[in-house]
């Protein structure tokens, strides 16, 4: 039976899913013909990328909290 997983590379995940999503609404606004549309999804793009970067701050690109490092 494999250990579960630690919450560190959970959140690292996260973060990592966060950025992804970040890119593919960046790319979609930037397709966009509908200028309203696209500043609304440059704006949820824009909060996705925020959210990367808090993962990041609290739980560091490696997974691991800089608390416990």
Do not use: I
Not at 15 to 30: D, F, M, P, Y
Not at 43 to 67: E, K, N, V
């Amino acid at each position: 039976m494999s250990p579960a997983p630690r919450a560190a590379r959970t959140e690292s995940a996260r973060g990592c899913a966060h950025r992804e999503a970040a890119w593919k609404v960046e790319l979609s606004a930037r397709l966009c013909t509908d200028r309203a549309h696209a500043a609304r999804l440059r704006g949820l793009a824009a909060w996705h990328q925020r959210q990367a970067d808090h993962f990041d701050q609290l739980f560091g690109d490696d997974g691991t909290s800089p608390a416990t490092a």
